[in-house]
């Protein structure tokens, strides 16, 4: 088993920049990768950002440029680094690990329970 935690949602205005953070604890962090999904009312999980055991990335289009995923494999913890936040992107956001993260929802194993962001225009 492996529980994840988001945290560092918010509310902060268009153009502004948050940090979420997803701590894992239970089996080995870098046995996993590790994606960030999120969603809103109405809507089905949308995929956002991957990275892979070994560091590689894979950003949806929507993201790619203002987004940054990283991992600290002492810390077990994973991190999305948002910039330049639009009213788009309002969310709430999960974190997932999966052995091999892509960007299908199904691939995941385990999931956290998500954290709000609200960007206000």
């Known amino acids: 088993q492996v529980q994840l935690v988001e945290s560092g949602g918010g509310l902060v205005q268009a153009g502004g920049s948050l940090i979420l953070s997803c701590a894992a604890s239970?089996?080995?962090?870098?046995?996993?990768?590790m994606g960030w999904f999120r969603q809103t009312p109405g809507k089905e999980r949308e995929f956002v950002v991957a990275?892979?055991?070994?560091?590689?990335?894979y950003y949806a289009h929507s993201v790619k440029g203002r987004f940054t995923i990283s991992r600290d494999n002492a810390k077990n913890t994973v991190y999305l680094q948002m910039n330049s936040l639009k009213p788009e992107d309002t969310a709430v956001y999960y974190c997932a690990a999966a052995i091999f993260p892509y960007s299908d929802s199904r691939q995941y194993d385990y999931w956290g329970q998500g954290t709000q962001v609200t960007v206000s225009s």
């Open positions: 239970g089996r080995t962090f870098t046995s996993y990768g």
């Open positions: 990275i892979g055991r070994s560091g590689s990335t």
